[in-house]
């Protein structure tokens, strides 16, 4: 029987299924991924085993808290197995809270505090002039009894933004989820109109509009990862009223425009009308929200670039890093058959297909 780690590696990996993933550098190899539902490592568990016999550095970023009961043991305990299947890889963990960085550091790997909100495109999120606010709050989060939408019920004008997660039923399910969270909340805006697959998915500037027609931005589920929205929000300009957390939302909240109110609804909406009465000036709010995630995306190159020259690779990757966050593509879904394909192309022997980056 063949050894699949001697097929070259654009030889078809066959890697069932999706996660996030973005080759940072070929020359060394250094590929982004964040674990997903069927890869515990992100795509480090599908793609790896097509590069056992080559140097490759995986910065691993997980997207859920590691801060519950027994998640970094576990998670530690899948990369204590990878990294002696592939002795020729290196695992570093992004986490989006000190904690978790103590936790994996405490289970023996390498982990550095970098929230994942950070890499989001802060060209697509930001305040518009001359759009006037008609809603009290808004809520961008999935139409999920974790989300707790049940805090917001106090709130008269909110918008409600979401999606359809296929993870979580079928379309017929999300529509009667659907129809419940509206008589849970009546007077609220649903914006996105359901479809027979779901409902429509709103591109970033629709979001970016209903969040300018919008004073306070919303945060209730108790447990999660970073909250992508939570950044969005801020880098938009609007304060944000959140319940205590765990999995990093609150890394670039500022006590200035957030307010962490217990979760009970009248709580919220208290906290959703004492920031309207604050009304903070949108540009000062994204201005100081972007201080401080460019100070960790620096911390991101620099992260990278020390791989890159301890390599001895003469890559520069800050333009690399621009040009994956401006384009999204370190938060894009893509197919581990593509991932595969790309980097069995871009590690070709043939002289005119080693970089294709």
């Known amino acids: 029987m063949t050894d699949r780690a001697e097929e070259p590696p654009w030889a078809a990996a066959d890697a069932a299924g999706s996660t996030w993933a973005e080759i940072l550098s070929i020359s060394p190899t250094i590929i982004h991924v964040w674990p997903s539902i069927g890869f515990p490592l992100g795509a480090a568990s599908a793609v790896g085993p097509l ?35 592939h002795p020729r890889h290196r695992l570093t963990f992004l986490c989006n809270t000190p904690r978790e960085t103590e936790l994996m550091n405490a289970e023996g790997q390498v982990a550095v505090t970098l929230n994942q909100n950070c890499l989001v495109d802060d060209m697509a999120f930001r305040p518009l002039p001359g759009v006037e606010p008609v809603y009290d709050a808004v809520y961008n989060a999935r139409l ?44 609220a805006r649903f914006v996105n109109p359901l479809t ?5 998915w ?37 304060p944000v009223v959140s319940t205590p957390s765990m999995g990093g939302r609150d890394h670039y909240f500022d006590d200035e425009f957030c307010l962490i109110a217990p979760p009970d609804p009248r709580s919220v909406r208290d906290a959703v009308l004492a920031l309207i009465a604050r009304n903070p000036p949108r540009d000062y709010v994204r201005a100081k929200t972007l201080a401080r995630v460019e100070a960790d995306r620096r911390r991101y190159i620099a992260l990278v670039q020390d791989l890159i020259d301890r ?47």
């Open 51 to 85: 590069l056992r016999k080559r140097s490759a550095h995986f910065l691993v970023m997980p997207a859920w808290t590691l801060e519950q009961p027994g998640s970094s043991a576990a998670l530690a305990a899948i990369a204590r197995s990878y990294l002696v299947d």
């Open 144 to 187: 999920s009894p974790d989300k707790r939408h049940e805090l917001a019920v106090e709130i008269e004008n909110l918008a409600l933004i979401y999606f359809y997660d296929v993870y979580e039923g079928s379309p017929q399910a999300f529509h009667e989820r659907h129809a419940r969270y509206m008589a849970l909340l009546p007077t």
């Open 196 to 200: 027979p697959d779901g409902c429509r």
């Open 202 to 238: 709103l591109p970033k500037h629709e979001v970016n509009l209903v969040l300018a027609q919008s004073k306070v931005g919303l945060c209730l589920s108790p447990v999660e990862g970073a909250m992508r929205a939570a950044i969005e929000y801020l880098l938009a300009g609007l």
């Open 311 to 357: 390599a001895g690779g003469r890559e520069q990757f800050s333009d690399r890093f621009w040009k994956c966050t401006r384009a999204e593509t370190i938060l894009r879904w893509r197919s581990m058959d593509e991932l595969s394909a790309t980097l069995g192309k871009a590690l070709s022997p043939l002289p005119w297909r080693r970089r294709i980056l």
